[in-house]
Nanobody, 118 residues
Framework: QVQLAESGVGLVQPGGSLRLSCAAS????????MGWYRHALGKQRELVGRIRLGGSIDYADSVKGRFSISRDNAKNTMYLQMNNLKPEDTAVYYC????????????WGQGTQVTVSS
């Protein structure tokens, strides 16, 4: 069982920045695809970005150039740095750990609210 704990909930003005963290309960970064998703009110959940098993990182077109994902393997923690935030980035953000390709499970954090408003 993998547990994911997110932190970084916040209210930020347009153009501002915020960093979210996702701490995993075990050493899974090398065998799980780690990602960030978001769910805005009235919309479907969407992928923000993910770190593939080989280490490459994909981003949604809507956040390219503004968001970046990184991880600290020693701390079992993944980060989402969000810059130049826009009102349309307002959503609940979820950390995800997908181990199905290696026979593991698909796990979600509890979600953290990000609100971009003036």
């Amino acid at each position: 069982q993998v547990q994911l704990a997110e932190s970084g909930v916040g209210l930020v003005q347009p153009g501002g920045s915020l960093r979210l963290s996702c701490a995993a309960s075990g050493t899974i970064f090398n065998i799980y695809v780690m990602g960030w998703y978001r769910h805005a009110l009235g919309k479907q959940r969407e992928l923000v970005g993910r770190i593939r098993l080989g280490g490459s990182i994909d981003y949604a077109d809507s956040v390219k150039g503004r968001f970046s994902i990184s991880r600290d393997n020693a701390k079992n923690t993944m980060y989402l740095q969000m810059n130049n935030l826009k009102p349309e980035d307002t959503a609940v953000y979820y950390c995800n750990a997908d181990g199905r390709v290696v026979g593991g499970g698909n796990y979600w954090g509890q979600g953290t609210q990000v609100t971009v408003s003036s």
